[in-house]
């Protein structure tokens, strides 16, 4: 049986980065496990590889607290390690009269979060983005950058490995008994253990009686890409003005580390927390789980979930798609819009008691452990402050020797 101080179950961006932030403390005997068989499988390596500077989010909330920082330290640590970036900058574009008053409260949170940023007009965007479309104003975020999300978790996993820590692959958590960890390698016997389970943080959570209001609700985030010829019409992202009462951005331009630009992506309900294509990752028992809390939140039109569904299954629909996509770049064709197998899906957390989408992270603590519940977009960005502070805020103050 293996014996440890910390168990992190979770080997994703914040898996690593709360091994980094314990080590960094000079604590020892940690040990992260993953049930694939290499890192980046899920949400920490298909994601679309942007830095985000930091602007979205409101001032009072732990995103906007981390983000701006993250984004910092990500982009001097890949320039340091000679990691691929790309540092072009990000424009918000409006598509008519009624996004201006967002686009403004979009300038108000990033300067209360202390983010680089700028209204400008469209002959200063012409400038930035020749090729995309604005409503009079658009917005400049000279910070946001692009890595290779894959290549920046697996350099991060090699700095961790260096401070002693210990990552076990194929390592599937089965269930848990007191204080011993039930996985596919056997036992393990842990002092604390720190929830990092994305897609399956809830249930996790759960077998600590811990967070039992939540529940995970996956959706399912689609990439197309632009056709080679036509990558020439974006330099850099171009994001649309978001509805700020949903937690999607809408479909975007991004501009990767490779010279590829990529479209999306979408955010429709899945029916299984790993079902990236058609039927692929069903379990049955699962599927009719979310399935009826999904029709629930449709019926009742919680946290606005029948509006955000029919508007993003249209989506599904390719020329809906590429509608979407033309209204930031007009000079856009429906043959311009290539299929991708870049999927991912949102590990999105959600009230069961008040039927709200949880839009902010949220760390609880449970008996010998820390559950991380909910860790969405900007979490990449923000992983090693926001681990900083899990660390000594929810792990440290908890453990006992």
């Known amino acids: 049986m293996n014996r440890v101080d910390f168990l992190i179950v979770g080997g994703g961006i914040i898996g690593t980065s709360i091994a980094l932030g314990l080590a960094e403390r000079g604590l ?24 985000h500077a930091g602007l979205y989010y409101a001032p009072d909330s732990l ?10 330290i990500f982009r001097k640590y890949c320039e340091e390690r000679g990691l691929r970036i790309n540092s072009y ?7 008519n009269h009624s996004e201006i008053e967002t686009l403004y409260e979009l300038e108000k949170r990033g300067k209360a979060n202390g983010v680089d ?4 007009d469209k002959k200063e965007l012409k ?14 975020s000279p910070n946001t ?7 920046v978790l697996e350099s991060l996993i090699k700095d961790v490995k260096g401070h002693g820590v210990k990552f076990m692959y194929n390592s599937k958590l089965l269930d848990i008994k007191n204080d011993n960890a039930i996985t596919s390698k056997g036992k393990i016997r842990f002092k604390h253990l720190v929830n990092c389970a994305g897609l399956y943080a809830d249930w996790l959570a759960h077998k600590f009686d811990v967070g039992l209001d939540y529940t995970i609700l996956p959706f399912k985030g689609i990439f197309k890409k632009l056709r080679k010829e036509k990558g020439f019409f974006v330099k850099s992202n171009i994001y649309p003005v978001p509805n700020l009462k949903n937690p999607f951005l809408g479909i975007h331009f991004t501009r990767t580390v490779y010279g590829d630009v990529i479209v999306g992506p979408t955010a429709m309900p899945a029916f299984g927390r790993e079902n990236y294509k058609k039927f692929d990752g069903l379990d049955v028992k699962e599927f009719f789980s979310i399935f009826t809390r999904e029709m629930y939140l449709f019926i009742k039109n919680k946290a606005n979930f029948r509006d955000i569904a029919i508007d993003e299954m249209r989506k599904y629909v390719d020329y809906v798609f590429y509608k979407e996509a033309k209204k930031l770049v007009p000079l856009l064709s429906y043959r311009d819009i290539r299929e991708s197998n870049n999927v991912g899906i949102r ?11 949880i839009m902010d992270f949220l760390v609880i603590n449970g008996e ?21 502070y899990v660390v000594e805020n929810h792990i440290i103050p908890k453990y006992t020797v």
């Open 89 to 95: 900058g990000k424009v918000v574009v409006c598509k």
């Open 28 to 51: 020892e005997n940690i040990l992260v496990i993953e049930k694939e068989d290499a890192p980046g499988r899920h949400a920490s390596g298909r994601n679309s590889g942007v830095l």
């Open 127 to 140: 400038g930035i983005e020749p090729y995309a479309y604005t409503y009079k104003k658009a917005l400049f």
């Open 145 to 151: 950058a692009v890595v290779d999300p894959k290549q």
């Open 347 to 357: 590990a999105q957390l959600l009230d069961t008691k008040t039927g709200k989408l």
């Open 63 to 72: 995103k906007a607290k981390f983000c701006a920082e993250g984004n910092k």
């Open 117 to 120: 940023i700028k209204i400008i």
């Open 368 to 388: 010998r452990s820390t559950h991380i519940l909910n860790a969405v977009s900007p979490a990449f960005t923000s992983s090693i402050p926001f681990s900083r």
